[in-house]
Nanobody, 115 residues
Framework: QVQLVESGGGAVQAGGSLRLSCVVS????????VAWYVQKPGKEREWVAT???????NYADSVRDRSHIYRDNAKNTVYLQMSSLKPEDTAVYYC?????????WGQGTQVTVSS
């Protein structure tokens, strides 16, 4: 009923930039808050940023001041613009939203940052 599809990941050098996209589909309802999480092998999925339905944002300390989360409601898309990427940012990036008390996840997009 609700699908999220991430894209925009890839391989970049340290210091580079990427813009990740999360397209929400399968519902005619307005988007609720959408969050980005990262997951590394053997680690729990970890929250990095959230944009609320009205546009308010919040960031984890690890990405604050070098990431920008924003949304285009007309396109049902949430973006995560990242700059000054570090090797520690290497992970699978997932987007998620909660609708009527149920949480939905995308399939993830791989970000690899090399030294």
């Amino acid at each position: 009923q609700v699908q999220l599809v991430e894209s925009g990941g890839g391989a970049v050098q340290a210091g580079g930039s990427l813009r990740l996209s999360c397209v929400v589909s399968g519902t005619l309802a307005s988007m609720n808050g959408v969050a980005w999480y990262v997951q590394k092998p053997g680690k729990e999925r970890e929250w990095v940023a959230t944009v609320a339905s009205g546009g308010a944002t919040n960031y984890a300390d690890s990405v604050r001041d070098r990431s920008h989360i924003y949304r285009d409601n007309a396109k049902n898309t949430v973006y995560l613009q990242m700059s000054s990427l570090k090797p520690e940012d290497t992970a699978v990036y997932y987007c998620t939203t909660e609708i009527r008390g149920r949480r939905f996840w995308g399939q993830g997009t791989q970000v690899t940052v090399s030294s």
